[in-house]
């Protein structure tokens, strides 16, 4: 079974269920936010994310919780000063975006903004081949959400790419 199929079997039975292979993806981003339960709440209404685990600690705050959004695990922490561990809210912003690449970026982005991200670039086609968008969660974390729409070689890009700017300047 395919993890999609795996992963709307377990959502539809209730259980998720993280297949070994989920937690050997190459990267996993663990996110620090104020009310990361609130986040876990935004990110299933949001971005459809599944729901794998919450371990709160004595105090109420989330010590580790875990989504899993369009197959992939994110990981949650609450905002923790005493251990260094500040959310963007705090810090004023992120230079960090997580990229999402979806079936259909206009929905998905749709439905975030409806749910409470802010719009940051709207969605629009891209010279590199990509239906392209950005939002920023109410958390402070940046996301670039994409549908690919085409194939393109390096040089097709770079001729792309060099043509859109200088129509921009122009």
């Not at 709207?122 to 590199?128: C, E, L, R, T």
């Amino acid at each position: 079974m395919s993890n999609a199929k795996s992963a709307t079997k377990a959502k539809a039975a209730g259980k998720p269920k993280v297949e070994p292979a989920r937690m050997q993806q190459a990267v996993t981003p663990h996110l620090v936010c104020a009310g990361a339960a609130k986040a876990i709440g935004f990110y299933k209404d949001a971005f459809g994310a599944i729901e794998i685990m919450r371990l709160p600690g004595p105090d109420g705050k989330l010590m580790h919780g875990a989504i899993q959004i369009n197959g992939a695990m994110v990981m949650l922490v609450d905002e923790r000063a005493d251990c260094g561990a500040l959310a963007p809210t705090t810090l004023k912003g992120s230079p960090v975006t997580i990229h999402l690449n979806v079936d259909d970026v206009d929905a998905f982005v749709e439905r975030a903004v409806k749910a409470g991200a802010t719009l940051k670039m709207p969605v629009a086609d891209m010279f590199w081949g990509d239906r392209y968008g950005v939002i920023s969660d109410p958390f402070g974390h940046g996301w670039s959400i994409a549908t690919h729409q085409r194939d393109m070689t390096i040089d097709e890009i770079k001729d792309a790419m060099n043509a859109a700017f200088a129509a921009h300047e122009g």
